[in-house]
């Protein structure tokens, strides 16, 4: 994000006031610390692409032996 902000020369205030818009009710953020308050909704409201990362990334753990 913060690139994103850099090249478009986008205040970072600005920026992240519209992405708390569209996860509105989904994520809230005080201080600089988010907090996922529906993560269900933020999964639905996800593109396909979260459900292929989530996959492999679980693929990938899974696949990996638990260290003693």
């Known amino acids: ?5 850099g090249t478009r020369g986008l205040a970072r205030r600005d ?3 519209r992405i708390l818009r569209l996860v509105a009710g989904l994520i809230q953020y ?3 610390n988010p907090t996922i ?3 269900m909704g933020l999964e639905r409201s996800a593109c396909e ?6 996959s492999e990334f679980e693929d990938l ?3 990996r032996p638990a260290s003693a």
């Open 49 to 54: 692409c979260y459900a292929v990362m989530r």
């Open 61 to 63: 753990f899974a696949a």
């Open 15 to 17: 920026v992240l006031e």
């Open 37 to 39: 308050t529906d993560r």
């Open 30 to 32: 005080s201080h600089g």
């Open 1 to 5: 994000m913060l690139l994103f902000v």
